[in-house]
């Protein structure tokens, strides 16, 4: 195994940093290497915002409700962006190029583009000894979310990544088993997925169980059960509508 596989193997989420800001050389690598992620046909529709400002943090907690989202080494937002597209000079502003721009195929090529440099971003991270932590709760009030940034027609906020050097490094989460998804040549059926699960559910409530901290008693079932049960973030279609963007 060599060392990019032991890094990525050893991923966990951090929510505890010190307190010590990450230097220019650090931000400067960690953004250079998220720029180097697959893009889809070198569109880069995406945008990176790093928050230094603690009453600009202040204002994204709130939305949180998470405390690593103001006590960190820096925090990057993620953003889908086609603004830029769509500012750029000698381009024919034809009903059809808007209808592409505004499309929901392009909303998913701005989101992947976003999450696969987040990732890079994440490893590059790691790699440096810092840990990490992905933030969508910021979607908590996804308008607030924007208006706090100040970000412009087509540019949708998608999920914060906090980074710093770890206070804590709390066990490994487990993950479902492979069988349980990986499919090959053809979707699995259920039925051929739920012992896996089972399974799964169990390595979950032994875990929780007898973790350093955060004890508790639940199956992974159990958790999503309670994930799903009550809607939430119901506003994000509307306001990513209102951005002009997944209208078709």
Known sequence: MNQIIETIMNHRSIRKFADKP???????????SAQRASTSSNVMAYSIIGVSDQTIKEKLYAVSGHYHVKKNGHLL?????LHRIDQLEGIEHTQ????NLESTEQLIVGTIDAALAAQNAAIAAESL?????????????IQAFN?????????????????????????????????????VNQYIPFEKQKHFIQE???????????????NKQETWTEQINKKYA??????????VQSKNLNKQ
């Open 22 to 32: 990450l230097s220019n050389d650090q931000i400067k690598t960690i953004l250079e």
């Open 96 to 99: 059809a190029f808007q209808s």
């Open 200 to 214: 799964y559910d169990q390595t979950m409530q032994d875990y929780y169980k007898s973790r350093s901290s955060n």
């Open 147 to 183: 208006d706090i940034l100040q970000l412009p027609s087509h540019v949708v906020p998608l999920f914060g990544l906090a980074i710093g050097y770890p206070k804590e490094i709390p066990d490994i989460k487990p993950r479902l088993p492979l069988a349980a998804m990986y499919h």
């Open 77 to 81: 937002i993620f953003c889908a962006d």
């Open 230 to 239: 009550k809607p939430t973030r119901m506003d994000v279609g509307p306001f």
């Open 129 to 141: 000894g810092l840990g990490i932590c992905y933030l969508g709760s910021l979607r908590n009030d």
